[in-house]
Nanobody, 123 residues
Framework: EVRLVESGGGLVQAGESLTLSCVVS????????VGWFRQAPGKESEGVAC?????????FYANSVKGRFTISSDSAKGTVYLRMTNLKPEDTAVYFC???????????????WGQGTQVTVSS
């Protein structure tokens, strides 16, 4: 059974950093890519970053977070991380970890999802 569990969300001030974790089980990084999505109130889900998608060697980042967020993984721990720096109020959202074999910018295309973790950035 494929499972993904996010953690690490919280309340921070603008300019600070936060690291999210996604513990995965039921698959290996050779079979599925793992991505981070976020959804703020009144907005559609936004793809943030993705790693290990089949056929891709480099991670993907949304333009809105490029240079500030870093996605990484630890195969031995079965964990994917999202290191967020220089956080801005507009980064406030529920962050979801998702898994899918192929990369897609469309959230609906991703097969497996965690339950999300709240990130709130105050100004």
């Amino acid at each position: 059974e494929v499972r993904l569990v996010e953690s690490g969300g919280g309340l921070v001030q603008a300019g600070e950093s936060l690291t999210l974790s996604c513990v995965v089980s039921g698959f290996t990084f050779k079979d599925y890519g793992v991505g981070w999505f976020r959804q703020a109130p009144g907005k559609e889900s936004e793809g943030v970053a993705c790693i290990h998608s089949v056929g891709y060697d480099e991670p993907f980042y949304a333009n809105s977070v490029k240079g500030r967020f870093t996605i990484s993984s630890d195969s031995a721990k079965g964990t994917v991380y999202l290191r967020m720096t220089n956080l801005k109020p507009e980064d406030t959202a529920v962050y979801f970890c998702a898994a899918n074999k192929f990369y897609s910018r469309t959230a609906a295309s991703w097969e497996y999802w965690g339950q999300g973790t709240q990130v709130t950035v105050s100004s």
